[in-house]
């Protein structure tokens, strides 16, 4: 795999740092800057919304720029609102710190996954991919636990300088080691293909991939499946302490063990993706939905509760690499494609943590969120079934890639 990757994999890790850290860092914010926990909660809220806004904004903005200069400004708009936020004065400038860095985070991984795609063979794509991202699911493993750590020690603005000092590191990896063929529209290089290679540039050209059906299918499969995840994952400590018994202290490691299942699944997704993608992502998601039912009626036992953990956070993740590829491979390579992948897993995650919620306020208890994800799940089984389908129906030639 080419050292390109691991630059793309570290600007991953530190956009995945900035969204979780805050989490384990609100109550020190809260205090620091007299703001109520409510306050303090939007900094994560409004870091989700503006990632969905700018997945979309920025890749249409920059649509015929040179793909890699277009990722340098994206990690350097990262490092800005992470600067912004380690020496905010006040909580309206901590609030736009974290804006300006959720900007970067849907164009970067939109963007980011079709830089990492045509720096391998066709065959490997989705392994390249899976690559891109592992920065992210490490991000998500170390992320509350980091920001905690160095929080407690040296005050919470160390968590962002030390957030602002990975960004620059990844500013200087990917200019130097991305190289610069690999960033452009019309990539021919080592693993561009035919689709990738004749991407859309022009804004117009962008938007009219929407038409396709595939492209509106495969958004919506993964909206689903991030909401089958996530309507579980937001309620995940109501679960490990009201219902398996965990006592408040042991939620971080089980949060570990989770985001452990994350990082395999991603690689296994990846592989599997690149022998036969419509079949490995069928499976993925029906294991997700059945993990997450299985999980909803053995939550009440603390060993089940630790297995169903890393093999939710396993199924979870491992249709991520295959869903992009498929998404931008529809598209014909339009980046806007790949970034709206991303603002549809954020929409995703609203709705599921939505509809857990109600779940719960209804009485169902702190297991009904299982339930609901695996019902969202189930939705997005179906949705891909009728888009693998579909494409078989239409495909112009079967695919033998191994």
């Given at each position: ?96 710190g ?17 830089v ?62 991305v ?59 109501y679960?490990f ?38 079949r ?5 998601l ?11 009626l ?16 396993v ?88």
């Amino acid at each position: 795999m080419p050292i390109g990757l691991v630059a793309l994999a570290l600007g991953g890790f530190g956009i995945g740092l900035t969204e979780f850290l805050i989490a384990g860092l609100l109550p020190q914010v809260a205090s620091s800057f007299s703001v109520s926990e409510a306050a303090a909660g939007w900094l994560i809220s409004g870091y989700a919304l503006s990632v969905a806004v700018g997945a979309i904004a920025l890749t249409a903005a920059t649509t015929r720029l040179p793909r890699k200069n277009v990722l340098v400004g994206l990690v350097a708009l990262f490092v800005l609102g992470n600067l912004l936020s380690a020496i905010a004065p006040n909580y309206q400038v901590m609030m736009l710190g974290r804006i300006v860095a959720a900007l970067c985070h849907g164009s970067f991984f939109g963007i980011g996954s079709l830089v990492a795609r045509a720096l391998v063979a066709p065959e490997r794509k989705s392994r390249a991919v899976a690559i891109m991202f592992a920065g992210l699911t490490v991000a998500n493993v170390l992320g509350v636990p980091f920001g905690a750590l160095v929080g407690e020690r040296w005050g919470w603005r160390a968590s962002f300088w030390a957030v602002t000092g990975i960004g620059v590191l990844a500013l200087a990896g990917i200019a130097t080691l991305v190289p610069a063929w690999a960033g452009r529209p019309q990539a021919t290089g080592a693993g561009a293909d035919d689709r990738v290679a004749a991407a859309p540039t022009s804004l117009r050209a962008q938007f009219r991939v929407f038409r396709s059906t595939q492209v509106w299918l495969t958004l919506a499969a993964t909206a689903l499946s991030y909401g089958g995840m996530f309507g579980a994952f937001s309620y995940i400590a109501y679960t490990f302490t009201e219902v398996a018994g965990f006592s408040t202290g042991d939620v971080s490691w089980l949060l570990m063990v989770y985001g452990v299942g994350l990082v395999v699944g991603n690689m296994i997704g990846g592989r599997a993706a690149d022998i036969d993608r419509d079949r490995a992502l069928l499976l993925a998601l029906i294991s997700l939905t059945v993990t997450l039912f299985v999980f909803g009626l053995l939550a009440a036992s603390a060993t089940a509760t630790v297995i169903l953990a890393f093999l939710m956070g396993v199924c979870g993740f491992a249709s991520v690499p295959g869903m992009i590829t498929r998404v931008t491979d529809a598209a014909h390579g339009a980046a806007l494609a790949a970034s709206a992948n991303v603002s549809a897993s954020n929409i995703g995650n609203a709705l599921g943590a939505w509809l857990g919620g109600l779940a719960i306020t209804a009485g169902f208890g702190y297991a009904s969120p299982l339930f609901v994800g695996s019902a969202i799940a189930l939705t997005s089984v179906a949705i891909m079934a009728v888009a693998a389908q579909q494409s078989r129906r239409t495909a112009p030639e079967p695919n033998h890639s191994h």
